[in-house]
Structure formats: C-alpha cells, structure tokens
C-alpha cells in the first residue's frame, strides 16, 4: 500500500459551511494511504473554521484567511503540495468512493501518463443526477486546444506539470482552469492522457455555485473568447481571422486584455502548425458561408505562410462550386 504515489488536494472554501464537511469526509474517507490533504479558507464567517477544526489533525495544513478568490486560494494550496498527482476539489462537491485508488491505479499503470480523467456525476438542487463524461479530447491537438475545455473536477494531474505553468492565472474567474489546460496541452500535448470510465466526483448544481450563478454562460463565453483571442495574437494569426472570431464566432464584445507570454513546446506543436489551423479553420468557415473573396483570401494566406498542400488543392477545387 505504501507503494501507491502521494496525492496532493487543496480544497478552496468560503462560507461553504452547509457543505464542506461532506467534501472533507469524502477526502478523508478514501482510506487512501499516502493523501496529503489541504483546505484554503477565504475567512469564512459562517462555520466553516468550526468544522475544519474538527478534521485539522488529518490535514497537511490549512487556513483562514482572507484571500483575493478561489484561484488565488488554489495558488496558494499549491504551494504546500509535495505529492505526485495532484487536483482540487471546491467546498460543495464531494468525491465517490474509492476514486483516489481508481486515479492512482491509472497512474500507476499508465507510465507515461500525465493527465487522467474519469467521469462526474452533476447532481442538481431537485436532486437529479446527470452523468458527465467529462474531459475529452478532439482528434487533433490544435482542435482540442481550439475547444479549451476541462471537467477539472473529474481531471487529475502530476503535480510538476501543474508547477511548470505556475498553478491558474488569477485574473480569471471562471475558466482558469480552462486556461491551465491549454498551457499544459502546449508543453505536454494530448498523447499523455488516460481516460477512465468510472466515475469520480460528484459536482453539485446549486443557486450559490459559480456555475450555475452570475449569468455564467456569458461569462465563460467572454473569458474563453479572451484566452484564444490572445493566444491567436501571441502566435500571429492575421487580424482579420481574429475578428471574425471576435464578431462571427464568439460574438461579445466583452474581452480581458491578457496579454499571456504563451510558452510552446515545439516538440508537442509549433507557433505556425497552430496559427495554420486557424488559418484553415477560417477558410472553412468561409465556405460553410458561401463567402467566396474571403476563402480566396484565406488561401492566399496559407500561400504566404508556405502552407500550400492538399487542403489548399482541396479548397481551390471548392471554389469553382461557389458562385459569386
């Protein structure tokens, strides 16, 4: 048993007290042997420091104090974690039992893994259970980039890689977790990846949950539209084809200005693979719209970019099909 890696998990909580003690039980009782469990508490005011302290003999560490947010807490739980694997959990969602061993068992059997993923179960205020798959990846890496979407509560990760891209961003509040994904994908790829089809959380649906309050679909609309709009200006995609994701994909006008210093591996992919896909992407687009002088101008791109191939011989035999 002494043999299973260390899991490192922070758990960011405020003013959860009508939860948060199922999550730390569901930690707790895993029964896993080598866990190093974390709590980081915004300053709670109902009694949520009552029942941590409760539990504070089991814990690694934990604290309350006031804290700038749920990803300034999970930075700050990040810290103290010396484990193998590590993810995070919130102060309302609890885990199934046995998940840690199904996650480490995964790990362990999987040698050159670096993600594993199960399912969730999303449990709704009337009680309703809905199974999610969770995390999925797209046939390529650019696509699965391109979606920038992780189920992390269901996604576990090794520690180094989380440490590598420096935790999550804290000027974004809902899909940092979104945003860590793509850094990861960008030095590690998606050949890394192990999927497990068990489910290992339970994610609760409720009024006070980020997920469900605050008009979150447009909020996590204009945070995904900010992370690929700067990352596509990071790696020179034409400003035209920025713009059109801007007013014809995503249609906000409410963007962060980022300005994130992207950091490839190009041995996973490269600046122009990627500002490629796009450029193709957009070409595609193009045709899905009957707009023919844009997808010539599309082609001309891929021209310039030195990117004259099938799909430009493909897409230039499409164009006599369009009339315009």
């Known amino acids: 048993m002494n043999d299973y890696p260390k899991i490192s998990i922070v758990t960011p909580s405020f003013n959860q007290g009508q939860y948060i003690e199922q999550t730390i039980c569901s930690v707790l009782n895993q029964g896993y042997p080598n866990l190093e469990y974390i709590i980081i508490d915004g300053g709670s005011t109902d009694n949520t420091v009552e029942i941590i302290k409760k539990y504070e003999s089991k814990l690694a560490y934990w604290v309350s104090e006031p804290d700038l947010g749920q990803s300034d807490a999970i930075n700050k739980?990040?810290?103290?974690?010396?484990?193998?694997?590590?993810?995070?959990?919130?102060?309302?969602?609890?885990?199934?039992?046995n998940a840690l061993f199904n996650v480490a068992n995964a790990f362990m059997n999987n040698s050159t893994a670096?993600?594993?993923?199960?399912?969730e179960n999303r449990i709704e205020e009337t009680g309703m259970i809905n199974l999610y798959t969770g995390t999925?990846?797209?046939?390529?890496?650019e696509e699965t980039i391109d979606l920038c979407e992780v189920a992390q509560p269901s996604t576990f990760f090794k520690l180094d890689t989380i440490k590598k891209v420096h935790g999550v961003s804290e000027d974004l509040h809902y899909i940092f977790d979104a945003e860590m994904w793509v850094k990861l994908l960008l030095q590690y790829g998606q050949n890394h990846f192990v999927k497990i089809k068990m489910v290992l959380v339970n994610f609760r649906l409720h009024a006070d949950?980020?997920?469900?309050s605050n008009v979150v679909v447009n909020n996590f609309l204009f945070e995904r539209s900010s992370i690929i709009t700067d990352l596509q200006r990071y790696i020179k995609v034409p400003e035209k084809i920025i713009n059109f994701y801007i007013e014809q994909v995503y249609k906000t006008t409410k963007f962060y200005q980022l300005d994130r210093n992207w950091k490839f591996n190009h041995r996973v992919?490269?600046?122009?693979?990627?500002?490629?896909?796009?450029?193709k992407k957009y070409i595609m687009m193009q045709f899905i719209r009957g707009n023919r002088k844009d997808a010539i101008w599309g082609l001309k791109e891929l021209i310039r970019n030195n990117s004259f191939g099938i799909f430009s011989i493909k897409?230039?035999?499409?164009?006599f099909f369009i009339h315009g």
């Open 315 to 319: 897409s230039i035999l499409k164009l």
């Open 77 to 97: 739980g990040l810290k103290y974690c010396t484990g193998d694997i590590f993810n995070w959990i919130n102060s309302d969602d609890w885990y199934e039992p």
């Open 114 to 119: 670096q993600f594993v993923s199960g399912y």
């Open 209 to 212: 949950s980020k997920t469900v």
């Open 269 to 279: 992919i490269s600046f122009k693979k990627l500002r490629i896909y796009y450029v």
């Open 136 to 141: 999925y990846l797209k046939p390529s890496i």
